[in-house]
């Protein structure tokens, strides 16, 4: 099988397990991603497949639709690839892909900094990918979609951000859809990987800061 079957039968995979997926996290989503991956990838010497594979797979059962599971995704991508012939060493690449791609993973936990192992480029391109489409006006929209999703406010002054969340404080947070431009969207700027992807970061980052003046302005009733 050629690369451009293996791509082929990918994207009908996707398409099929994230029928009626949340809007957030739909086969849109991980359109998104996968076009921005290619466009990133034009700048970084990657294996083509592997991040194409990453970029395609890297939501296909994200943790907190299971129930904080975050086993399910990489153990359904395996089962996937390997149905469709993939050489095993690209099949651990795109895995080691989806278990580390996510925010919380950059989040403090008990594993000492030394046993951590640098991220792959091709981890490190998608990644960018990802977080980019939480970031700017589609990370916006986004983050209320899912905020609609599980019911929670938009704002409360009452409760302030929380600045120094461990992996699972974050994983277990019900706090309103603005305090997560603090806790996540508003600090990925910083924790872009490529040339290309810090670039894109700081228009996105700038144009949410610019919401947030107006959200605040709106509430108050100043306008």
Do not use: C
Not at 89 to 112: G, H, Q, R, W, Y
Not at 180 to 194: A, G, I, V
């Amino acid at each position: 099988m050629n690369t451009n079957q293996i791509i082929e039968q990918t994207i009908a995979f996707v398409k099929k397990t994230l029928e009626g997926a949340e809007g957030g996290h739909d086969w849109f989503h991980i359109e998104r991603v996968y076009n921005t991956t290619l466009e990133l990838s034009k700048h970084e010497n990657v294996d083509p497949l592997v991040v194409r594979l990453g970029a395609l797979l890297h939501d296909i059962a994200d943790s907190k639709f299971h129930n904080g599971d975050e086993t399910v995704g990489p153990q359904l991508a395996k089962e996937f690839l390997t149905s469709i012939q993939v050489p095993i060493a690209e099949i651990m690449k795109v895995i080691d892909i989806i278990e580390n791609i996510s925010f919380k993973s950059s989040l403090k936990t008990n594993e000492p900094s030394e046993m951590r192992k640098k991220p792959s480029l091709e981890l490190q391109v998608v990644q960018d990918a990802d977080r980019l489409d939480a970031i700017g006006a589609i990370g916006i929209a986004r983050a209320f979609n899912y905020g609609g999703f599980k019911n929670r406010a938009l704002y409360d002054p009452d409760i302030t951000p929380n600045l120094a969340m461990t992996k699972e404080a974050y994983k277990n947070s019900k706090a309103p859809t603005i305090n997560h431009f603090y806790e996540k969207l508003l600090l990925l700027k910083r924790k872009m990987n490529t040339a290309s992807g810090k670039k894109l970061a700081a228009q996105r980052h700038q144009f949410m800061l610019e919401y947030l003046e107006q959200f605040y302005a709106e509430w108050e009733g100043k306008l």
